[in-house]
């Protein structure tokens, strides 16, 4: 088993940024791609960013591109997810999640395991 926690969201003005980390502990032995997606209300969780184990492949969504920057410190086990000029459609609980794969997921499907998630508020 693994467990995600989650930490770094808040409220923020339009405009701003926040760093969101997610810390993995127990199984953590071995490579594993790591993902951030959100969840805003009333909509499907999406996909945001995605990293492979050594940080030499990063994936993003359309919207957060040039804004977001997702990395890991396979030290602390941490995957981090720089978000720069935040904007209202941002809003979202943001989860983070673990594949043991060799592929670096952009589907929830493709993740073992999730953080109970942590709330990103952008204010207008």
């Known amino acids: 088993q693994v467990q995600l926690v989650e930490s770094g969201g808040g409220l923020v003005q339009a405009g701003g940024s926040l760093r969101l980390s997610c810390a993995a502990s127990?199984?953590?032995?071995?490579?594993?791609?790591m993902g951030w997606f959100r969840q805003a209300p009333g909509k499907e969780r999406k996909f945001v960013a995605a990293?492979?184990?050594?940080?030499?492949?990063?994936y993003y969504e359309e919207s957060v591109k040039g804004r977001f920057t997702i990395s890991r410190d396979n030290a602390k086990n941490t995957v981090y997810l720089q978000m720069d000029n935040l904007k209202p459609e941002d809003t979202a609980v943001y989860y983070c999640?673990?594949?043991?794969?060799?592929?670096?997921?952009?589907?929830?499907?493709?993740?073992?395991?999730w953080g109970q998630g942590t709330q990103v508020t952008v204010s207008s």
């Open positions: 999640a673990v594949d043991f794969s060799l592929r670096v997921p952009t589907a929830e499907s493709g993740y073992d395991y």
């Open positions: 990293i492979n184990w050594s940080g030499g492949r990063t």
């Open positions: 127990g199984r953590t032995s071995g490579s594993y791609a």
